[in-house]
C-alpha cells in the first residue's frame, strides 16, 4: 500500500545552518506530496506542496521538489532560525483524493 | 477565519466513561477526518467522511464511531473510554476525491483517559 518514510529525529542544528529532512514514499500512480509543520501545542499547518514530477513546492524559505525517478519529496532550507523548531510531516495523498499517509515526523531543534 | 474548530480543546476521563469530540469546519469542504497522534507513531487515521453521509474506517478505528452529522460537522464518540486511548486527537478537513486534494487541520483536542 502507499506509505512515506521520513528521516528519524530529533534534529538540532545551530541558527543559519543548512537544512535537510529526507522523505521518500511508496504509492501507486502520481500521488499529490506535501510538507506539513507541527508547531508545540498546535495542530499540523500546511508548508508546502507539490502535485505532479520536478514540480518544486516553496514557502518561508522552505523547498522541495517532487521526484518521481528517486520516489523522493526531501525539504530543504538553506538558513535555519530559531522559530523554524517544529516537528515536520511528509505526506502523500493517492491519486483518489481521500486518503492521506503521514510520515512518522522529525522533530527540529535550532539554537542560537 | 476559523477553519477548523475542535472542542473541547482539554478533557480527562475516568476510564469507562464516554465522550464526544466536536469538529466543525467553515470552508465548505466534502472530506473529513479523524486523526491521533501518539509519540513516535506520527498520525493514524481513525475514521475519515468522504461526503455528507458517509463513513469509513481508517487504520484504528476500533473503540471509536463518528457521525457525518452534515456537510460542516464530524463528530467522534468514546463509548467507553480506555487509557489506550489517551492521545492527541486531531480533525481535518479537505475538498474531497480531486487532485491535489489539501487538508487542513483544527488545534487538537488532548484527551487523558485515568
Known amino acids: 500500500g502507499d506509505s512515506v518514510t521520513q528521516m528519524e529525529g530529533p534534529v538540532t542544528l545551530s541558527e543559519e545552518a543548512f537544512l535537510t529532512i529526507n522523505c521518500t514514499y511508496t504509492?501507486?500512480?502520481?500521488?499529490?506530496l506535501f510538507w506539513y509543520v507541527q508547531y508545540p501545542g498546535e495542530g499540523l499547518q500546511l508548508l508546502l506542496k507539490a502535485t505532479k514530477a520536478d514540480d518544486k513546492g516553496s514557502n518561508k524559505g522552505f523547498e522541495a521538489t517532487y521526484r518521481k525517478e528517486t520516489t523522493s519529496f526531501h525539504l530543504e532550507k538553506g538558513s535555519v532560525q530559531v522559530s523554524d523548531s517544529a516537528v515536520y510531516f511528509c505526506?502523500?495523498?493517492?491519486?483518489?483524493?481521500?486518503?492521506?499517509?503521514f510520515g512518522t515526523g522529525t522533530s527540529l531543534t535550532v539554537i542560537p | 477565519n476559523a477553519g477548523v474548530t475542535q472542542t473541547p480543546k482539554f478533557q480527562v476521563l475516568k476510564t469507562g466513561q464516554s465522550m464526544t469530540l466536536q469538529c466543525a469546519q467553515d470552508m465548505n469542504h466534502n472530506s473529513m477526518y479523524w486523526y491521533r497522534q501518539d509519540p513516535g507513531m506520527g498520525l493514524r487515521l481513525i475514521y475519515y467522511s468522504a461526503s455528507e453521509g458517509t463513513t469509513d474506517k481508517g487504520e484504528v478505528p476500533n473503540g471509536y464511531n463518528v457521525s457525518r452529522l452534515n456537510k460542516r460537522e464530524f463528530s467522534l464518540r468514546l463509548e467507553s473510554a480506555a487509557p489506550s486511548q489517551t492521545s492527541v486527537y486531531f480533525c481535518?478537513?479537505?475538498?474531497?476525491?480531486?487532485?491535489?486534494?489539501?487538508?487542513?487541520f483544527g488545534e487538537g483536542s488532548w484527551l487523558t483517559v485515568v
Open positions: 481535518a478537513s479537505g475538498q474531497g476525491a480531486v487532485w491535489g486534494n489539501t487538508i487542513y
Open positions: 504509492a501507486t500512480g502520481y500521488p499529490s
Open positions: 505526506a502523500l495523498n493517492s491519486p483518489t483524493g481521500n486518503q492521506f499517509y
